[in-house]
């Protein structure tokens, strides 16, 4: 059993804890433990990255620090904001020394109170980048490998076609995230043909789906999303697979509103990707949390005998 | 060893350069404190040595005062050191005797405080004195010349080269890698600003060159290696079988007509179809079939043979081979021309993806009388007539970020002319143009735009272009209106990228062959970008189009002309001049190490195995001094330029 530290995110532990719990029951089946470290905070959610303010970026550093010093080497996230915040802020430390120097003077003096031993922890080592932060979808292609994916899958996804939606955060700005090409990506792509589905190209696969603007324009973000939802449609796909939780919640149950206000759009399901990951490696339906989704994925999940894959 | 000639009478001048100099420099002072220096006869200042009246002093006062040898103080000898050559050589003394003592560039522009750098021009002047009295008179080394030219590119640039200097008298052998000369120009439908067939005015010239008694055309030929120098190069040219001979082949296309293996039509880039034996296009030059041994069957071990069989004049000869010949030239002109930038580099923009996108070269096959669709408007995808078309301007270029920074400099020209010819052909149809400026800078180029926009209503958008995807049976273009300041989104039938001009492809293995230099983008290197716009800085070699940087075709021809012209003043010389001051070999000292062999980069230096001895091509020799900074037993002394000479020189810097 391999052991990586896993930072889940406030969504996952709230909203969306099918994300969290496909996750990690998928990965047990990978021989991977996931480990949460200690007392994690959240990441800041973009915030940090949007002002030239240093405080903002002490909760990320704080989370990675803490990594480092339990004696991980790589942080892996499936949150796609949690991802960019951790890597972007991971990178500052790296490359730009006068924010390395002003943040670490910052946590010079921290205090960390254990909540049960109220033990007092202080003296903490200066960060400098050293741990490597990885989305799990990066994880799976250069850790495990998509081949041992692919041979460990109990069911057949009879090469379901899925449209991989891989939004704004996880692959911009190229020069920090590297996670692949922003104008033609495919590691996703490849993670769909692992698990044993037939990816659909569709040009709206980097689009924004309206992010934030969820709350303070929320017609912009039916628009939005309405887009991306129509062009994988307009491909073919069955499902649009994604890896973040707010696109989750604007492609998945803004659809009520899409559909009042777009009357051709007739619904497309929406799942994560460690959904679709679970399911072919055999993990129980009841795990996958299909009762959160507001646009049923149920008729995706269906178990059928005959279809199982016999090792 | 040379002897130090402590008897030498040295004149000194020192220039006051206006106030470049003297503005810093003390320079009364300087030659004051330098009239008794040993050596020294007689010393003075004045305010431009370089002018008229200045050299008329160095010759009068060389005469009068008997002097052996001079040293100016002055600006760099990059500068004025032939000038000062020129005056001495007129009073009677070798040119060699004249030093440049630099107290400009490295003393006066770089310093402020008046009495250091006084003293530091000194100090610079009293090593030069030390370096004359040991220095040789010496007469320069001379060189027949090879009246011959080599060009490699049969393009515009490369046609009009050659024409110039056949014209000139001289003979040329003009070198392409394809099968008929032409270039990108014999592609163009019509050419800006006056619309002029491309191929009506580039055929004449290609049938001259052909028929030119000074010309020797070498199609399907490439150049395998050069070496030599200016006057005397050597060139291995490889010709490539084209398993047709040239002289049978009567064009009857019979063998085209059985020939079963269809690939697709490089001269149409790629938007129809050719045999594997083929003509690239009907006015090709010289008029014959070549086989393209890639994708022919016969030469496999199990032929198919369809075309000899066919082949009345017998013309078709499968066991053809590669040879290679040597010719000798004087000069090369490098006229390799451009590419353009791939489709494939703009991921966004779907090129890669969408026929329907295509680039300005695959638009002007489609423009073309000549073309895949004669001439009319269709879209490759479904052969409809696009009702309308997008034009994106700087595709890949003026991008520091992720593509070319430069400009590409045609596109804003030719996407005028793109729009109104589709506007031409089909009335009912829309031109939407995407740019960041128009740059229209040319004779009747400003003119041409304004009527691609007032007469055929092209409709100009400024802004960049983020996005182009499809949509069922149409593109769409997403981009910004900067104007006013909105995003734009515009469903259309066809996309035209104005992609980027960049380096031909594989020129960079040419130039290595060469050793010539290339700017950062790997276009030609000019020697200076302002008074030897068409020279490498590789003497003997000359350039011509867009091998050089982005440019139009008048543009091309000038530079080609220039070039020619640059051809003819090399020739014209009965003998070249080569500098004496190249590094000899002291045999009595030498012990045949050969470690100067591997420093020197112009091959001049071989081992003589009997003698156990470098021996030197002085001819060869550029003088740069990495030999003998590498012998280890001082055998090699530069002339002029001797271990004893820098010693004493640095001595007399440091001394006082």
């Known amino acids: 059993m391999r052991k990586y530290f896993y930072y889940p995110g406030c969504t996952l532990k709230t909203k969306t804890t099918n994300l969290d719990l496909s996750t990690r029951e998928a990965l047990k089946l990978l021989d991977v433990e996931l480990v949460e470290p200690d007392g994690w905070t959240c990441c800041g959610a973009e915030y940090p990255l949007t ?114 939606y891989y939004g704004c955060r996880l692959l911009r700005p190229q020069k920090e995230m590297g996670l692949d090409e922003p104008d033609n990506p495919h590691i996703f792509e490849e993670f769909l043909e692992a698990v044993g589905c037939t990816p659909v190209d569709y040009p709206f696969k980097q689009e924004c789906c309206g992010s934030y603007l969820s709350v303070s324009l929320p017609d912009a973000a039916t628009e939005a999303s309405y887009r991306v939802l129509r062009s994988a449609r307009m491909e073919g796909a069955q499902a649009l697979a994604v890896s973040c939780p707010l696109c989750f919640y604007n492609l998945d149950h803004r659809q009520g509103q899409i559909k009042e206000k777009y009357l051709d759009f007739d619904g497309l399901p929406v799942v994560f990707f460690t959904q679709l990951l679970a399911w072919s490696l055999g993990v129980d339906r009841r795990v996958l949390g299909l009762d959160q989704h507001t646009v049923s994925a149920a008729s995706l999940f269906q178990d059928d005998r005959a279809a199982e894959v016999t090792q | 060893m040379t002897p130090k000639k402590k008897d030498k009478r040295i004149g000194l001048f020192v220039c006051h350069c206006g106030v470049n100099i003297a503005g810093v420099v003390d320079v009364e002072k300087v030659a004051e404190r330098l009239k008794d220096y040993p050596g020294v006869a007689f010393s003075t200042h004045y305010v431009y040595v370089c002018s008229d009246p200045g050299q008329q002093m160095i010759i009068d006062t060389i005469k009068e005062k008997k002097l052996d040898a001079i040293i100016v103080a002055a600006c760099s000898p990059t500068l004025h050191e032939k000038t000062f050559r020129e005056a001495a050589k007129m009073a009677g003394l070798n040119p060699y005797q004249i030093e440049i003592a630099n107290i400009r560039e490295q003393d006066s522009w770089v310093h402020k405080d008046k009495d250091k750098a006084t003293k530091k021009a000194v100090k610079i002047i009293k090593s030069y004195v030390e370096k004359s009295l040991q220095n040789e008179s010496l007469e320069p080394i001379k060189v027949d010349i090879h009246k011959r030219a080599l060009i490699i590119g049969g393009g515009i640039s490369g046609l009009q080269a050659a024409l110039d200097i056949a014209d000139h008298g001289y003979e040329v052998l003009l070198v392409e890698k394809n099968p008929s000369i032409g270039g990108k120009m014999i592609q163009l439908s019509e050419t800006f600003p006056t619309l002029d067939c491309s191929q009506c005015i580039l055929t004449p010239k290609m049938v001259e060159v052909s028929r030119h008694p000074n010309i020797r055309l070498l199609t399907y030929h490439e150049v395998d290696s050069v070496s030599g120098f ?34 697709p039509d490089e001269f149409n880039m790629g938007l129809s179809f050719r045999k594997a034996i083929y003509m690239p296009f009907p006015q090709a030059v010289p008029g014959t079939y070549t086989l393209d041994a890639a994708n022919c069957l016969g030469l496999l071990p199990v032929r198919c043979g369809k075309c000899k069989d066919v082949c009345d004049p017998k013309a078709i000869n499968y066991d053809m081979k590669e040879t290679i010949f040597e010719e000798e030239v004087g000069a090369i002109v490098v006229a390799t021309g451009y590419d353009l930038y791939s489709l494939q580099a703009i991921g966004e923009y779907g090129g890669e993806k969408y026929d329907d996108v295509v680039d300005g070269l695959e638009f002007e096959r489609i423009l073309s009388a000549s073309g895949p669709t004669g001439g009319e408007v269709r879209r490759p995808s479904d052969g409809k007539v696009p009702k309308s078309i997008v034009f994106v301007q700087c595709s890949g270029s003026r991008d520091t970020e992720k593509h070319n920074p430069y400009c590409s400099k045609i596109c804003c020209m030719y996407t005028a002319k793109h729009a109104m010819l589709y506007k031409h052909r089909v009335p009912d149809g829309q031109a939407i143009v995407f740019y960041i400026d128009v740059r229209a800078g040319g004779k009747g180029f400003d003119e041409f735009y304004q009527r691609t926009v007032e007469e055929d209503k092209a409709l100009y958008i400024r802004g960049k272009v983020s996005k182009i995807f499809k949509e069922g049976d149409k593109l769409i273009v997403w981009g910004v209106d900067t104007l006013t300041g909105k995003k734009v989104e515009v469903e259309t039938d066809m996309v035209v990228l104005a992609m980027a001009m960049v380096k031909a492809d594989g020129v960079e293995e040419l130039v290595k062959k060469l050793k010539i230099s290339t700017d950062t983008h790997g276009f030609l290197a000019e020697a200076h970008p302002k008074l030897r716009p068409v020279e490498s800085l590789n003497a003997g070699f000359y350039l011509a189009g867009c091998a050089h940087g982005p440019k139009d075709i008048p543009e091309a021809v000038a530079q080609a002309s220039a070039a020619a012209a640059k051809v003819g003043d090399l020739f014209a010389q009965t003998e070249l001049i080569h500098e004496p001051t190249t590094v000899p070999v002291n045999t009595d000292l030498c012990s045949g190490c050969a470690i100067c062999l591997t420093m020197c980069p112009y091959d001049a230096r071989s081992l003589d195995r009997e003698r156990g001895v470098v021996v030197v091509n002085e001819v060869l020799c550029e003088g740069c001094g990495a030999c003998a900074a590498a012998c280890p037993s001082g055998a090699a002394q530069q002339r002029n330029q001797t271990d004893d000479q820098i010693f004493a020189m640095v001595q007399a810097i440091l001394g006082e």
């Open chain 1, 51 to 164: 002002e030239e303010k240093i405080v903002g970026l002490a909760a990320p550093i704080r989370v990675l620090r803490d990594v480092r010093d339990e004696g991980g080497e790589v942080l892996v996230t499936t949150c796609s904001f949690c991802y960019g915040v951790l890597k972007r802020a991971n990178k500052a430390m790296q490359d730009d020394p006068l924010k390395n120097k002003r943040i670490n003077a910052y946590l010079k003096d921290d205090i960390k109170i254990n909540p049960l031993t109220k033990e007092k922890k202080t003296g903490f080592e200066e960060y400098h980048g050293e741990v490597r932060v990885l989305h799990l979808l990066e994880l799976l292609r250069e850790f495990i490998g998509y081949p041992q994916v692919q041979a460990r899958r109990k069911r057949d996804l009879r090469g379901m076609r899925v449209a991989a």
């Open chain 2, 230 to 263: 200016v006057g005397n190069f050597k060139v291995r040219i490889k010709k490539k079988p084209r398993y047709v001979d040239e002289s049978l082949c009567n064009l009857c296309g019979e063998c085209e007509k059985v020939c079963p293996q269809v690939v």
